[in-house]
């Protein structure tokens, strides 16, 4: 059977601080690092503030939206959506609460596994409002400055340069923790979608006698990326463009990709029953008999097929599998040993 491919995924940024909170980076040099870094979207998130909102919109063919951190000492999360700042001094089940009577939503961001050096979200019961029925919750599914001090903080001082002069090896992905949340939740029927998150601040640091960047924006937004998966290109449409971004990601038709081992612009991931096909984020039945599920990433790529969390069949570059179980069906793949590319699901239904 031939598969076609599916459209280009649209590379984008997130969880972004600027100068309105502690990053070190104004609005136009944090969009002229994007646009050198190739990608088209970033969604900016400083801490308890929506200060530059009025950046929002198209800049030099990057679309800019503007959410922020609700940044209590424990419990991180993102609001979207939203026309003002969400208070830090309530409970996380309250601020989510908040956040989705305002007709927004939230993203927990660098869960306990994923930063591997504190409680950031401590209450893990809390996944979403109260109100649930009919709303999805995103999940920073990796946090690349949480996930380099993590594995930092593993070693004694007298070894941290190589993790200052040569950060690629030390990225090393979700931690087994999260990803169960994650498959967990969504098996419970708590639709959650996966993210993966920069923290992009570019931190000036003096190690052995040199002032260092921190990872500098552009260097980080090199690194790990959402790809949106949508029908055609993002709308020129400022306020469009923003209601496709935000629909993707609340749908799941995303996935991350460590781009410091390649990009993934054309990968496919797809469902097939005769003549019709699915893609991440929808929902399918097996009403009209098995599904062939399909997935092509390049060469070099170890693919895992993973369902209700355990892997299911593997492959090198490429590999189909024919489904008849329901189940919550997403996708892994290593580079060169390395975490490279996660998938959000397609949900198979009886």
Request: with cysteine.
């Amino acid at each position: 059977m031939a598969i076609q491919a599916q459209t280009e995924g649209i590379p984008g940024g997130f969880h972004i601080h600027t100068t309105y909170s502690d990053g070190q980076g104004s609005y136009p040099e944090i969009i002229a690092a994007a646009k050198a870094a190739g990608l088209q979207w970033l969604i900016i998130t400083d801490h308890d503030s929506l200060g530059g909102k009025a950046y929002e919109g198209w800049h030099d063919g990057v679309l800019v939206l503007v959410g922020h951190e609700i940044t209590p000492e424990r419990n991180h999360c993102i609001a979207l959506g939203v026309d003002y700042v969400i208070k830090r001094e309530q409970a996380p089940q309250s601020f989510m609460d908040e956040t989705y009577a305002q007709g927004g939503f939230n993203i927990i961001a660098h869960p306990e596994g994923v930063l591997g050096t504190g409680s950031y979200w401590e209450d893990w019961e809390v996944a979403g409002p109260r109100a649930r029925e009919g709303k999805v919750v995103g999940l920073e599914l990796w946090n690349v400055m949480s996930d380099w001090r993590a594995q930092k903080r593993r070693f004694p001082q007298w070894f941290h340069a190589p993790f200052y002069f040569l950060p690629k090896p030390f990225l090393l992905g979700p931690t087994v923790k999260t990803l169960a949340w994650w498959d967990k939740l969504n098996m419970a029927g708590k639709r959650t979608f996966g993210v993966g998150g920069l923290d992009a601040h570019a931190f000036p640091r003096k190690r052995l006698g040199q002032l260092l960047t921190i990872f500098p924006y552009r260097k980080l937004f090199e690194t790990l990326t959402n790809y949106l998966v949508l029908e055609g290109p993002l709308d020129l449409d400022g306020k469009r463009g923003k209601e496709q971004v935000f629909k993707a990601l609340q749908e799941g038709r995303n996935y991350l990709v460590n781009r410091l081992y390649g990009d993934a612009a054309q990968l496919q991931f797809m469902a097939v029953q005769g003549d019709k096909q699915w893609r991440m984020g929808d929902t399918v039945s097996l009403k009209a008999g098995p599904l062939l599920l399909t997935a092509e990433a390049g060469s070099v790529t170890h693919l895992k097929l993973v369902q209700n969390g355990k892997v299911i069949a593997q492959g090198i570059g490429k590999l189909q599998r024919e489904i008849k179980q329901p189940g919550i069906y997403r996708l892994e793949g290593r580079r060169w040993g390395q975490a490279w590319l996660y998938t959000n699901p397609l949900y198979v239904v009886e």
